[in-house]
T-cell receptor, first 111, second 113 residues
């Protein structure tokens, strides 16, 4: 069964607006990652946040992690039409190399 | 680097036939993962290997599915016999063990009629 649940399932915004996606998970983790998937393509790693970190930035991406609530958020600032994709959070249960992916958020950015 | 290579990209087969999906991981990566993606079930981990050894195959749906990794540069996922409910996109991903970041291939879209 999937560990991560994301909301919203779908999000539509205009270019220039910010997009926020949330992820909840169930068990203790080493790290949490966010991946992006363009239609018909494989997933691409965006950013990793460790369990002892609370916030991380990479370009227009900002990720937060609250281990007490077992939740994370991904913020994309100043969105572009090219950001249109599905976004997945992924967690790695302790003492394993595998990733458990969330259900994903489909982001549509209109020009 | 060419990235993770999967073949074929598309496969259409009839129920009951054997299907073999292939994956070449990124050179130097010692962990390999097979996933299945469907609209209903999302992205599911089927099996993963470390240093060519299967570590966790708990996601393999049933005995019709088998995976091998005979060497560090090649892995196969076989379905025999195939069924319509196996229709999905199958992804292979590789990783340097302990690095956490996985690199995905383009996927194989399997349709079983």
């Amino acid at each position: 069964s999937q560990q991560g649940e994301e909301d919203p399932q779908a999000l539509s915004i205009q270019e220039g607006e910010n997009a926020t996606m949330n992820c909840s998970y169930k068990t203790s983790i080493n790290n949490l990652q966010w991946y992006r998937q363009n239609s018909g393509r494989g997933l691409v790693h965006l950013i990793l946040i460790r369990s002892n970190e609370r916030e991380k930035h990479s370009g227009r991406l900002r990720v937060t992690l609250d281990t007490s609530k077992k939740s994370s958020s991904l913020l994309i600032t100043a969105s572009r039409a090219a950001d249109t994709a599905s976004y997945f959070c992924a967690t790695d249960p302790r003492n394993t190399d595998k990733l458990i992916f969330g259900t994903g958020t489909r982001l549509q950015v209109f020009p | 680097d060419a990235g993770v290579i999967q073949s074929p990209r598309h496969e259409v087969t009839e129920m009951g036939q054997e299907v073999t999906l292939r994956c070449k991981p990124i050179s130097g990566h010692n962990s390999l993962f097979w996933y299945r993606q469907t609209m209903m079930r999302g992205l599911e981990l089927l099996i993963y290997f470390n240093n060519n050894v299967p570590i966790d195959d708990s996601g393999m749906p049933e005995d019709r599915f088998s995976a091998k990794m005979p060497n560090a540069s090649f892995s196969t996922l076989k379905i025999q016999p195939s069924e319509p409910r196996d229709s999905a996109v199958y992804f292979c991903a590789s990783m340097i063990g302990g690095s956490y970041e996985q690199y995905f291939g383009p996927g194989t879209r399997l349709t079983v009629t």
